[in-house]
């Protein structure tokens, strides 16, 4: 991930916050220079929070962007760590019937932690940074960042899977 030394830290929207219910708008030009400068600045505000993962309608763009960079951390101390992946438009395109059960805090919900129910492995297709394709497949911990990153995107929270009803 290209890292940029003036990247700035943003506000982040908390529950509640109009953006966090919308869903993000697809990402039309991934090389444009205002999208690239986004991402520095939403990597920059999930390393200041001690998030391994962010989505950028949780700093008030709703377009469908996330961060997924897994990382042991006061927060999650034991999630394994992995080089930041910035993926733009992502579509998780298949999920596997095993489920797993871990626990899931956010940026936007202060003070809440709760064990949500995820699939185990995934197969994820996005635009990164250099405007390529990609096709990735991920599993465990990764997964549930991904899973937990896209739900942002169409204006989900992990507390709004505590309901059985979107179980
Ligand atoms: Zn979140």
């Keep these: 991930m290209l890292v940029n030394t ?28 205002s999208i690239q ?25 709703s377009l469908r962007i996330i961060m997924v960079a897994s990382r042991p951390n006061p927060r999650y101390p034991d999630a394994p760590p992995m080089e930041p992946i910035a993926m733009m438009n992502p579509e998780i395109n298949w999920y596997s019937d095993e489920m797993c059960l871990g626990e899931e805090g956010c940026l936007s919900v202060a003070n809440t932690r709760a064990s949500v129910a995820r699939a185990e492995r995934l197969k994820v297709t996005y635009i990164n940074q250099q405007g390529e394709t990609v096709e990735s ?11 937990h990153e896209v739900d942002h995107l169409n ?10 009803d979107l179980m």
């Design 155 to 164: 204006g989900v929270l992990f507390v709004d899977r505590l309901d059985p």
């Design 37 to 61: 400068t986004l991402i520095q600045d939403m990597h920059a505000t999930m390393l200041a929070a001690n998030g391994v993962g962010i989505a950028a309608p949780q700093v008030f763009q």
């Design 6 to 33: 003036e990247a700035k830290i943003l506000p982040i929207a908390q529950q509640g916050e109009a953006v966090l219910a919308q869903v993000a708008q697809l990402v039309i030009d991934p090389l444009h220079p």
């Design 137 to 147: 497949e991920y599993s465990g911990f990764v997964a549930r960042i991904i899973q």
